[in-house]
């Protein structure tokens, strides 16, 4: 069964930093890439960056360009998203993603607010 765990979110003033976590379980996670995904009250669920199984090509939305970075470690089954000089309107609830076997698969998600 898979099973996607995020952890990390919480309350940061505008300027600081985050760093998120996703732990998975269920498949043979090295072999899968990755992604993770925000979604804003009112707004629709966008993707925010995503990484080969490799680590080696990585991919982010516009907004979060040179501010976010995604990595993960296949020896620990684990993705992360560090998120540095957040913005109020980076506040979201983030998951992360796989694709297995066609079909998506989603934690539960961890809220991250920026507020002064």
């Known amino acids: 069964q898979v099973q996607l765990v995020e952890s990390g979110g919480g309350l940061v003033q505008p300027g600081g930093s985050l760093r998120l976590s996703c732990a998975a379980s269920g498949f043979l996670f090295r072999y899968y890439a990755m992604s993770w995904y925000r979604q804003a009250p009112g707004k629709e669920r966008e993707l925010v960056a995503d990484v080969t199984s490799t680590g080696g090509s990585r991919n982010y939305a516009d907004s979060v360009k040179g501010r976010f970075t995604i990595s993960r470690d296949n020896a620990k089954n684990t993705v992360y998203l560090q998120m540095d000089s957040l913005k109020p309107e980076d506040t979201a609830v983030y998951s992360c993603?796989?694709?297995?076997?066609?079909?998506?698969?989603w934690g539960k998600g961890t809220l991250v607010t920026v507020s002064a």
């Open positions: 993603n796989v694709r297995w076997r066609g079909t998506d698969y």
